[in-house]
DNA sequence: GGTGCAGTACGAAAGTTTTCGTAATTAAGA
DNA sequence: TCTTAATTACGAAAACTTTCGTACTGCACC
């Protein structure tokens, strides 16, 4: 399997709107990184260009203005993600992060329900697998 | 409260030391850091100076080689992490980071039950509070 | 065919972080 | 006191990311 990249925070945010929206082109990325905080055309551009070295990205040229395509999985980049966090600061152990999430002030009754829900859920799937 | 920086990744590597293992020199860092990767003593001088500007650090100037301490809790950089995390990419909810840490491949029951322990742990905790 | 508009390509500047060379400083021992 | 070794101070280069200006391209419309 192929080493996952860590983007960095702009390739992120792209990635991000295309793993949301699906395909996209410079314009439309644009215009929606823009509702956060003006950066200009060429800018956005630039980046997705590099992205796309990077294999990143992908794209269609058919269409004068070209569309882009996430060309990584965004479990992968997530996971590689909480991987790093986990092995920067928390010694490596998942569940040092995810008792820190929930000790953490305020973690609503709410969320630690569906935490407790979808516990039950991996328990069962073992269970099955058994 | 004072707005929590973020560190750069060379300046979460000294804080781990200085948190693990309390006050050091940059002599003591620098082997500690060159135990992982090579880099050269100046250079940890250096990012140790632009943290103690920061005010990421304090030092005792006593002796020759000063000493170097964490001006900045654990906890809160933790957090502040985990915050950056979940907005980048879990649209801002901390249940999804906990599901998706649990759900990948190889969440061992070992770590599913230190989980389950410590919300029981929550629960009781709230219950008294009441 | 010429003009204008929207898009792409690309180099380079600006900003940030990391790295390191070199000079200044201090303390200890000969 | 002089020399040496370890340390600190500091500027600047190197590396990486983001930003943008400008030139080029292709297409539609007149």
Redesign the interface.
């Known amino acids: 399997m192929a080493n996952i990249i860590q983007p960095t ?1 702009a390739e ?1 945010k792209i990635l ?1 709107l295309l793993w949301r929206h699906g395909a996209m082109s410079v314009r439309q990325i644009n215009e929606k990184l823009n509702n956060e905080k003006e950066v200009g055309y060429t800018t956005t551009l630039k980046i997705m260009q590099i992205m796309l070295e990077k294999g990143l990205l992908t794209r269609d040229t058919e269409l004068k203005s070209h569309i882009y395509s996430a060309n990584i999985q965004e ?1 992968n ?3 590689k ?2 991987k790093n ?1 986990v092995n ?3 010694g490596g152990s ?2 040092n ?9 305020n ?1 609503s ?1 709410e ?2 329900n ?3 829900e ?2 039950k859920f ?2 069962s799937k ?1 269970k099955t697998e058994e």
């Open positions: 925070d992120l991000t479990t980049v997530k996971n993600m909480i966090l920067q600061v928390f998942r569940s992060l995810v008792m820190q999430v929930l000790g953490n002030s973690a009754l969320e630690i569906e935490i407790k979808y516990i991996l328990e073992n």
